[in-house]
């Protein structure tokens, strides 16, 4: 890894361009986006609803493309990967929280979180998976299929499934957006605790001041544009 210790660039975007059409208009989303992120950087972004969080996440992790610009992470172009070297390239280095969790229906909670370790060659649990469960008081759901189980624990097994790699970049959209204040800052705890233990760089969506208040800093995204 080139950008593995602090400070080193890991994210640069170039020129972004995003806009989606359909059949009566066209909605821009970002028009010329330039931006860097630095490795160990934890990042709070910020913004109404609509204006290109989720986007943005989405971009960066490679499962959606801009119409035109450049995003390099690690100094690898995401925009120009193949479709199989892009699966690796997110396998190995990243951990992704969606907004809507996106869990693998007929895995059990402990499968989810347990099959990205063994895609990357790790034991099914060790000693962090154990702590990350217990952390996130997952302990008693292991053994629910994702129907089972409420919205906030579905996040909660969402955010387990993200670290339990301990990836160098973390990408999680509103990952409390559906947990309570104590659950919320139970989560953030073991969230940042991961990270630091990995020197993991992070961007986390959320509408929430308290939970932008345990990252390094806050972004807002306003009209297309970052305001860092
Ligand atoms: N596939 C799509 N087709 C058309 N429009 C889309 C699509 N995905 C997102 N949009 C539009 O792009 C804009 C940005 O959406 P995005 O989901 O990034 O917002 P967000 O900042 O994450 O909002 P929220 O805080 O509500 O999650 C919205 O106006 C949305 O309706
Ligand atoms: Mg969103």
Not at 55 to 63: N, P
Not at 108 to 136: K, M
Not at 145 to 163: F, K, W
Request: proline share 3%; glycine share 6%.
């Amino acid at each position: 890894m080139t950008c593995a210790s602090r400070g080193i660039c890991l994210i640069t975007a170039r020129n972004i361009c995003k806009e989606y059409c359909d059949a009566s208009e066209k909605i821009v989303i970002f028009d010329n986006l330039n931006f860097t992120i630095h490795s160990g950087e934890t990042i709070a972004l910020m913004g109404q609803s609509g204006a290109g969080k989720s986007t943005l996440l989405h971009l960066l992790g490679g499962f959606d493309k801009p119409e035109s610009g450049h995003i390099e992470i690690n100094s690898q172009s995401i925009s120009s990967m193949s479709d199989a070297r892009l699966s690796r390239f997110r396998r190995q280095f990243l951990g992704m929280v969606f907004q809507q969790y996106n869990l693998i229906p007929s895995l059990t909670a402990r499968d989810n979180i347990s099959f990205v370790r063994r895609l990357n060659g790790l034991p099914a649990e060790d000693e962090f998976t154990r702590e990350l469960v217990h952390a996130l008081q997952l302990q008693d759901r292991l053994d629910h299929y994702p129907s089972q189980l409420s919205g906030g624990e579905q996040q909660r097994v969402a955010i387990a499934r993200a670290i339990a790699t301990q990836p160098l970049l973390i990408l999680a959209d509103e990952p409390t957006g559906n947990l309570d204040e104590q659950t919320a800052a139970q989560v953030m705890t073991m969230l940042m605790r991961a990270v630091a233990l990995q020197q993991s760089t992070l961007l986390l969506v959320t509408h929430s001041p308290t939970t932008a208040s345990y990252l390094d800093k806050t972004w807002r995204l306003e009209q297309g544009q970052l305001l860092c």
